[in-house]
């Protein structure tokens, strides 16, 4: 659940869009929490992580994959909604605001791995994106705030992962192999490490820039 205030939340502009505001007013007519939702998301996330593992034998679980994927999305969304516009926040709401993200990634990345048959890139991956993840929270005890720059910020990862899941599946019915999916991840692990980067690199201007 994301519980930042509104100036340190990850700018999505699909937090603005009428269907965004639809979904959340028909969510605050229910008793669902912003909590709920955010555990609705690792549901799906292992939805998707299954279907990437079994994706090799049976390629259009590619698709549920990639379907599974946007739908741990929309629960990212659609938590901080309801906590923040509809105020349904709870005191564990730090906790759900990233421990439910960091099953997520490492689920989803872990059995993209196994799908192109790449198993230990699917855990580097993981790992990478967890050390980005790490970085974020560390510049936010620092003082200086949430920084969600890419280029391989959880959106992008994800948007890269439902491409490859899709791409995967052309691939497997046209050629038989698995390249795409391979380049996808690649891509990820590339990126992930630059966002890192980036985003060390950011930290240490500011720890400069406040020395007296």
Known sequence: MEIETRSDRRPLASRNTFWAASATRLLLRTPITADHISLLGIVFSALAGWALVVAPTSPWAFLA?????????????LDGLVAVEGRRSSYNGPLFNEVPDRIEDTIIIIAFGYATGLDWLGYVTALFAIFTAYIR????????????????????????????????????????????????????????LWTAGRRLSAISSQLKARQP
């Not at 994959?65 to 969304?77: F, K, S």
């Not at 910020?153 to 698995?178: H, N």
Request: with cysteine.
């Open 65 to 77: 994959a990639a379907v599974g994927i946007q739908l741990r999305l929309l629960c990212n969304m």
């Open 137 to 192: 929270a560390l510049g936010g005890t620092l003082g200086f705030g949430q920084d969600f720059r890419g280029p391989m910020a959880k959106p992008q990862r994800m948007a890269a992962l439902t491409i490859g899941c899709v791409g995967a599946f052309a691939e497997a019915l046209i050629a038989g192999t698995q390249y795409v999916p391979q380049v996808a991840l690649i891509t990820v692990a590339a990126g992930a």
